[in-house]
T-cell receptor, first 115, second 110 residues
């Protein structure tokens, strides 16, 4: 069964600092991978997704993630944090062999950004 | 640019009430899902549907049922609401390589 582990339930950075949110997946074959962001009292918004094209995926708001098969990782990064990046971030995985299957989510990482 | 809508953003119900949460998508997706979100637990799958009148149990179906009479609409039903069902409920629909979420319904059961 597929699973996702997000290391660190809470990450704090200063404005302008590097953001690194960690995600590792467990799957017998390389899956599709996603990062979502959730701002307070809102639904989930897709940041970026990996579907077997380029291993470095660029998303919205300056975020990017790199798929590393050897490490079974899909960490999310942003070179310079902004106050508006404060939110909860979820990594998710789905089975590439079954289009439209349910996403399996990690437990989330709350990002705090201080001035 | 509306894709997935949910009938209520906030809902307060009493223990024992029957509760309906409605979700509508306008992308002609076949697959629709209901998740609940709780602090520290992430999103957990309750039920999903691959087609009209079809439903499958997710990881935590107990206390819930669903209905999918039309392709665009997927309803979550709490037959007899309990306080442990107080949560944020998120609906999603998926097409090929994409998944869209609704804004969520924050349900409080008192």
């Amino acid at each position: 069964a597929q699973s996702v582990t997000q290391l660190g339930s809470h990450v704090s950075v200063s404005e302008g600092a590097l953001v690194l949110l960690r995600c590792n997946y467990s799957s017998s074959v390389p899956p599709y991978l996603f990062w979502y962001v959730q701002y307070p009292n809102q639904g989930l918004q897709l940041l970026l997704k990996y579907t077997s094209a380029a291993t470095l995926v660029k998303g919205i708001n300056g975020f990017e993630a790199e798929f590393k098969k050897s490490e079974t990782s899909f960490h999310l990064t942003k070179p310079s944090a902004h106050m508006s990046d404060a939110a909860e971030y979820f990594c998710a995985v789905s089975d590439r062999n079954q289009a439209g299957t349910a996403l399996i989510f990690g437990k989330g990482t709350t990002l705090s950004v201080s001035s | 640019d509306v894709k997935v809508t949910q009938s209520s953003r906030y809902l307060v119900k009493r223990t024992g009430e029957k509760v309906f949460l409605e979700c509508v998508q306008d992308m002609d997706h076949e697959n629709m899902f209901w998740y609940r979100q709780d602090p520290g637990l992430g999103l957990r799958l309750i039920y999903f549907s691959y087609d009209v009148k079809m439903k499958e149990k997710g990881d935590i179906p107990e206390g819930y049922s669903v209905s999918r009479e039309k392709k665009e609409r997927f309803s979550l039903i709490l037959e007899s609401a309990s306080t442990n069902q107080t949560s944020m409920y998120l609906c999603a629909s998926t097409g090929w390589r994409e998944c869209h979420f609704g804004p969520g319904t924050r349900l409080t059961v008192t």
